[in-house]
Structure formats: C-alpha cells, structure tokens
C-alpha cells in the first residue's frame, strides 16, 4: 500500500472510531460562513481537525475546523466545518487528504459549498448557484505525482464533475421550497489576494459566472475517487470592479450570515431528497 493510502487508512479509522460503524451516506464540505449547518445535525459527534492523524488543520477566521457526523434530513452525513485552501500554504494533494479520506470511510456522495464573488452581472449578491462546471486555469492539480491507484485511474473524465442528475434534483427541491438558484460556472483563483477588475473582465470572457478560491481541488478528487458531486457556491459579493466599491472579507461573511438560514434549508431538503 503506498504510503498516502496508509495515512488515509490511518485517519478514516480514527474517524469509524470516533463516530461509529453507521455508513455515511453523504459528505459535506461547508464553506466560508455557511458552517452553522453543521450545528444543526441531530444525535452528532463532532471530531476536532487536530486530533485526527495526518489531517491538515485550518487557518483562517469563520472556519471551525471539525468534522461533524450526524443525520440531516433523515440521511446520515459527515460534514467538514471549514476546508483547507491553497491559498493557506497547503500542496493540492493536502487540501484533498479530508475528501480522500471520506471516500477511504465508503462515503461515495459529495456535497460541496463555498462562497463566491458573482461575475455574472445579471446576479446579486446572496444569490445560491448550483456549480454546472468549473474552470481551473492554474497549472496545479491535487494529483499530480504518483497515481493513487486504490482510488481511481490515472486519466478521468471531468466531463460530467457536476451531478446533472444532482442538480436537476437540486433544483427541483429549491423550486419546491420557494427559493430561486442560479446555476453557472466557477472559476478558481488561489487566493488570497481577490481578483483584480481584469482578472475578473477575464473570467466572464471565459463563461464564468462565479469566482472564488476553493472547491475545484476537492471535485477533482472526488471524481477521481468517484463520487456523485453536487456544489452550490453562496455569491457573497459582486466580484472586484463591477461595483464601484472595494471588497473584504467582511462582506464575504456579513452574506454568509444573511443568507444562511436560507441555506440551510435548501441543504436539508436536498439532503433528504439525495438518492442514496
Ligand atoms: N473572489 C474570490 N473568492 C471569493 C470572493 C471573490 O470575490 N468572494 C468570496 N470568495
């Protein structure tokens, strides 16, 4: 067994140990300001990020750092309160370690959520975006090196990286609930700088509707693995140059908290309905 697969064995048992042999039906990565969710899990068993073997621990303000088990809409989830980003120093292959991990615990569905600067001009801020597809033209990727065969094949399709299947479902509960979505492109930057107004007049000229500093990586992964992925990014703020106003976390969380309940909502039912 190659040495990451052993420290993958070694954290996912940690995890069983911690919170129980009841598979996990669906995994969840919480993003910027949308992690309260995870507070709303009924019979959960929260896992510090620090007391897992080999797992990266989380840097930045509003990002709890735990895992999270427990049931929501009757399906039992494993949530990641707070990811590890790039842009906090960590190599591709560690932000993915937790989403790996999840797929070493059996888990096969993904649920990925972030918040996003909104290219689309059509769009406002607070705005939920089903992610149809994504952009990564930074030349890094979370596999490159020595293939993790136990997981998935070298060369895999990403044609499809965004459930259809989940989102025609996903929109379909949001209808139900009374909730509008978007649903559009996301284009990764690193971070942590936001984009300038030309980075930013370059992504829509590219068909992006979002941009933002996270979540690609993790997809990447999960497909390779192959798991179902479903990703909604919150549009937190209009992206740097369309609003005559500069941009800062604050706004990024201050959106986070407006919408959340509306959010998590939209989460639960999603959840419920998820075909597992
Ligand atoms: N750019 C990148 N990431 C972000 C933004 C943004 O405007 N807002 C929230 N996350």
Redesign the pocket.
């Known amino acids: 067994m190659s040495d990451i697969m052993k420290k993958l064995h070694e954290a996912a048992e940690y995890v069983r140990q911690m919170i129980g042999e009841e598979p996990v039906s669906i995994g969840m990565i919480l993003g ?1 300001g949308l992690g309260d969710l995870a507070n709303e899990l009924e019979d959960s068993v929260a896992v510090p990020y620090a007391k897992i073997p080999h797992f990266p621990v989380s840097t930045v303000p509003g990002h709890a750092g735990r895992l999270v088990a427990g049931m929501l809409g009757g399906k039992r989830v494993l949530v990641m309160q707070g990811r590890f980003h790039f842009y906090e120093g960590y190599g591709m292959d560690t932000v993915v370690f937790p989403v790996q991990m999840m797929r070493v615990l059996g888990i096969r569905n993904l649920l990925v959520t ?5 290219v689309n001009t059509s769009w406002q801020p607070g705005d939920l975006m089903l992610i149809s597809d994504h952009i990564k033209l930074i030349p890094d990727n979370p596999l490159r090196g020595i293939n993790i065969s136990e997981l998935g094949e070298r060369f895999f399709d990403m044609s499809t990286a965004y459930s259809e299947k989940l989102r025609a479902m996903a929109r379909e509960q949001a209808s139900k609930l009374g909730v509008v979505v978007r649903e559009g492109i996301y284009q990764l ?1 690193t ?1 942590p700088s ?2 300038t107004p030309a980075e ?1 007049r370059f992504a829509r000229a590219c068909g992006a509707d979002a ?4 979540t690609v990586p993790e997809v990447i992964a999960a497909r390779h693995a192959g798991m179902e992925v479903l990703g909604i990014s919150c ?6 140059g369309i609003l005559d106003q500069p ?1 800062n976390h604050e ?2 969380l201050e959106t986070g908290e407006r919408v959340k309940s509306t959010f998590s909502a939209l989460v639960k039912v999603i959840t419920a309905a998820w075909p597992v």
């Open positions: 910027s972030n918040a996003a600067g909104c930057f971070g936001f984009e930013v941009v933002g500093m996270s549009l937190t703020n209009m992206a740097a941009l706004e990024v």
